[in-house]
């Protein structure tokens, strides 16, 4: 008889998380004759994604860092193995749970969680985590390593696997098309491009500041857009714009199926991050065949490798140099462009689906012994 297999998609719709686990529910790679499938989340939310047409749905919408969320769903009981893909537990389900961990800048960073009460939530349920989940997994090495040196986790409970780069949508784009989005969005002909606005390890003050100086020198004519931004601008970002009204372009309300044209049409990308788990973004670009300028810390040099620029995220000179230097290099550029394109081929969602596929089979022959 085959096991149950329950999976916790009520992130599906978030950014990072949620595009994870759209794709693993897509390219789902159990057979039903091996594993059943039950999703927990909002139904009419999963309807709108592609996930296995055995797949069971229960209705699951416990908000997240709720006291119904460690509680779980009662139908949880009934699976062999629960899948969640992300640190929110259900604690009475813990043994049972494959717990994916993306990063740990909830903890590091205390202006995501400043609280007392939220910092104490967090030290308990990791430690929870390290010593009852059935397994963990990580988006890289680098968080993996960050999780055994942070909660003293065993590195033999680790597995990492990688997320992947969707080559369908993120992809050399049309110079037509490309012009088409600069139009409609009302983007200068050439530009910088960063994601990622409105949390503190995202590093935009010392981003923006580092650009304010060689605009008012007039070192760089080049303006910035912003993606990623959400309903509401920030009030010191509109503030930033009223000083550069011809510098700083915001692109908000952006469908996801035109997120590569962004990509495409910038000059560089710029990403001055102090802290990621993953980080897509810096793929993106390289996947949209765009030069990319990133931070040299936590997981950029273990994604990126040799096929990317660098600088110190807190060195305003360093970033400034190297950033005008890049722009005043054509060969430097085409060259990053090149080995970017070979290095999005480590990140695609077929290798990770397969190895996911692996570590299914081995955790379910476990369980059956």
Request: net charge positive.
């Amino acid at each position: 008889m085959p096991i149950k297999i329950g999976y916790d998609a009520r992130m599906i719709e978030n950014s990072g998380i949620g595009i994870r686990i759209q794709h693993i529910l897509k390219y789902w790679p159990i057979p039903n004759s091996l594993a059943s499938l039950t999703i927990f989340g909002d139904p009419d939310t999963i309807q709108k994604y592609e996930i296995p047409t055995h797949a069971n749905i229960i209705c699951y919408t416990a908000p997240i860092y709720s006291f119904k969320e460690l509680k779980g769903h009662p139908e949880m009981k009934k699976m062999d193995i629960l899948d969640i893909p992300h640190f929110n537990i259900p604690l009475p389900y813990l043994r049972k749970s494959i717990v994916t961990i993306h990063d740990l800048i909830p903890f590091h960073f205390k202006s995501a969680h400043g609280s007392l009460a939220k910092r104490i939530y967090l030290n308990i349920i990791f430690r929870l985590i390290r010593s009852f989940a059935k397994k963990i997994i990580t988006v890289s090495e680098f968080t993996k390593q960050d999780l055994v040196s942070t909660f003293a986790v065993r590195k033999e409970k680790v597995t990492v696997i990688y997320n992947g780069i969707d080559d369908r949508s993120f992809r050399k784009q049309t110079a037509k098309d490309i012009d088409s989005f600069r139009r409609q969005f009302h983007l200068p002909k050439e530009y910088l491009f960063t994601v990622g606005i409105g949390k503190a390890h995202k590093n935009f003050p010392f981003l923006l500041s580092s650009l304010e100086e060689i605009w008012s020198d007039k070192k760089l004519k080049l303006p910035l857009v912003i993606g990623g931004i959400g309903k509401e601008i920030p009030f010191e970002l509109l503030e930033f714009q009223k000083r550069f009204p011809n510098k700083i372009f915001f692109l908000s309300h952006v469908p996801y199926s035109k997120l590569p044209l962004a990509y495409a049409g910038a000059k560089i990308f710029l990403y001055a991050s102090l802290y990621e788990g993953f980080g897509f973004p810096i793929l993106e670009a390289q996947a949209t065949e765009t030069p990319v300028l990133s931070s040299n810390v936590s997981v950029m040099t273990e994604i990126l490798e040799g096929t990317a620029e660098y600088f110190d995220p807190r060195n305003k000179a360093d970033f400034q140099e190297r950033l005008l230097n890049l722009l005043n290099n054509p060969k430097l550029q085409r060259n990053l462009v090149q080995r970017g394109k070979l290095n999005r081929k480590r990140f695609l969602w077929a290798s990770a689906i397969q190895k996911l596929d692996s570590f299914y089979r081995e955790t379910i022959l476990t369980q059956s012994l």
